[in-house]
């Protein structure tokens, strides 16, 4: 059974930087792109960044260009997403999610983890 | 911020049969691309419905079904259900923004 759990989510102040981690398992990690979405309480989801299987592909939504990182390590099957620069926009539970291809193009999120909730105040 | 567009809310008796709409334009859904729905029930996360436009994933009910022309989309729920009160959201790829688009969200009450 896939299995993806979030950490590392809590409240920061603006400008600050935060280091959220995945962990998976239940299949083999280092064969699928994975990617990270957002969803401000009540509000809608949001795409955030994704990764490709060996990290060759990265891209982000505009909305975090140059201010979040994403990164995997194959070795301990994780998932990891880089927050800098913080703003109150971002606050949003994030999920980690899975798709069925190596590839991050054409996918679609066929597993998600339970998310974590960065909140982004003063 | 969203590029796909769906109704804010949808209702419907036992039974019935709704739909929920889902706009997009030529950069996404009229590109071409697969659109996927996604269930997502009350303080829980999101949950994969229907993939490549008209798929389901094993253990979702053929009550649901998917379907696209042009630049929308449309999910159908059939013999609605009370489990089925949830949001629902699509999601397509964009290559205007080379990356990921969902929809603004459609609340379905039963």
């Known amino acids: 059974e896939v299995q993806l759990v979030e950490s590392g989510g809590g409240l920061v102040q603006p400008g600050r930087s935060l280091r959220l981690s995945c962990a998976a398992s239940?299949?083999?990690?280092?064969?699928?792109?994975l990617h990270w979405v957002r969803q401000a309480p009540g509000k809608g989801l949001e795409w955030v960044a994704g990764?490709?299987?060996?990290?060759?592909?990265?891209t982000y939504a505009a909305s975090v260009k140059g201010r979040f990182i994403i990164s995997r390590d194959n070795a301990t099957n994780s998932l990891h997403l880089q927050m800098n620069r913080l703003r109150p926009e971002d606050t949003a539970f994030y999920y980690c999610?899975?798709?069925?291809?190596?590839?991050?193009?054409?996918?679609?999120?066929?597993?998600w983890g339970q998310g974590t909730l960065v909140t982004v105040s003063s | 911020q969203s590029v796909l567009t769906q109704p804010p809310s949808v209702s419907g008796a036992p039974g019935q049969r709704v739909t929920i709409s889902c706009t997009g334009s030529?950069?996404?859904?009229?590109?071409?691309?697969?659109v996927q729905w996604y269930q997502q029930l009350p303080g829980k996360a999101p949950r994969l419905l229907i993939y490549?436009?008209?798929n389901r994933p094993s253990g979702v009910p053929d009550r649901f079904s998917g379907s696209k022309s042009g630049t929308s989309a449309s999910l159908a729920i059939t013999g609605l259900q009370g489990e089925d009160e949830a949001d629902y959201f699509c999601?397509?790829?964009?290559?205007?923004?080379?990356?990921?688009?969902f929809g603004t969200g459609t609340k379905v009450t039963v």
């Open positions: 999610t899975k798709g069925p291809y190596s590839s991050i193009w054409d996918e679609y999120f066929q597993h």
């Open positions: 239940g299949f083999d990690f280092d064969d699928f792109a």
């Open positions: 990764v490709n299987w060996n990290s060759a592909t990265i």
């Open positions: 030529s950069s996404n859904i009229g590109a071409g691309f697969g």
């Open positions: 490549d436009t008209n």
């Open positions: 999601q397509s790829d964009d290559l205007s923004l080379r990356g990921y688009v």
